[in-house]
């Protein structure tokens, strides 16, 4: 579901992203879930999964 809301904010995300995004943990997600509403850009997305994506 988190896939689909990111492509409908960015439209189609990347591979690279997409396989980014499916690593994550079950709390990870549940972050990301909730930095959608403050990510405006794909760039952001990608800077968030780089920093908050590696805490396990």
Not at 31 to 50: Q, R, V
Request: charged share 30%.
């Amino acid at each position: 579901m988190l896939l689909r809301l990111l492509n409908r904010k960015f439209g189609q995300i990347s591979p690279s992203l997409r396989g980014k995004v499916n690593k994550l943990s079950a709390k990870q997600l549940e972050n990301l879930a909730e930095a959608l509403f403050d990510l405006e850009t794909i760039a952001d997305l990608s800077d968030w999964l780089k920093t908050q994506g590696k805490a396990k």
